[in-house]
């Protein structure tokens, strides 16, 4: 990392290196990480109570459309976040005029994908670099009161919401 005098407002990383750290760059890792991932989902799946090969096929389909979506944003000729490639192969794979598209949406349908993003979002919500922390450290107690308003703010509301249509 650079010294403090010389940070770039990406935590000290130079675009080079960014680009060179980007999931799509690194796709044998990636695809590897991902695997871990899969069985790990696959494995949460059972909380739904679907067997475990009944949901193998889907998560296989989930896998291969998350692998097609990163080769497609390494090599696409303008950048968009990997994300969005693979959000829309997966539309895309799933649209009624695609061949195969029902077979696609009857093995995904075994998937319980509440149970399968749980883990993803509580990781994902876990993991801090140190670029939050030293943003964190600037803004100080002010950022707590003004987090715990707002989500105090957004429990009462649904709260509310739901209350009222139930």
Not at 119 to 132: D, I, Q, S
Request: net charge positive; charged share 10%; proline share 5%.
């Amino acid at each position: 990392m650079k010294s403090s005098d010389t940070a770039t407002p990406t935590g000290g990383f130079d675009a080079a290196t960014l680009q060179e750290l980007r999931p799509e760059q690194q796709l044998g890792k990636t695809a590897l990480l991902l695997a871990v991932v899969c069985v790990a989902a696959w494995i949460a799946n059972m909380v739904n109570g679907a067997p475990l090969l009944q949901a193998l096929p889907g998560m296989v389909i989930l896998y291969g459309m998350v692998i097609i979506g990163m080769v497609i944003g390494r090599f696409a000729p303008f950048y968009l976040p990997s994300v969005a490639w693979v959000s829309l192969v997966s539309i895309i794979m799933t649209l009624p005029f695609f061949p195969g598209s029902a077979w696609v949406v009857e093995r995904l349908a075994h998937v319980n994908f509440l149970a399968v993003v749980t883990p993803v979002l509580a990781y994902a919500g876990l993991a801090l670099t140190g670029r939050e922390f030293t943003m964190f450290r600037q803004t100080g107690w002010k950022l707590v009161i003004v987090s715990l308003l707002v989500f105090t703010g957004t429990f009462v509301s649904s709260a509310f919401i739901a209350h009222l249509i139930l």
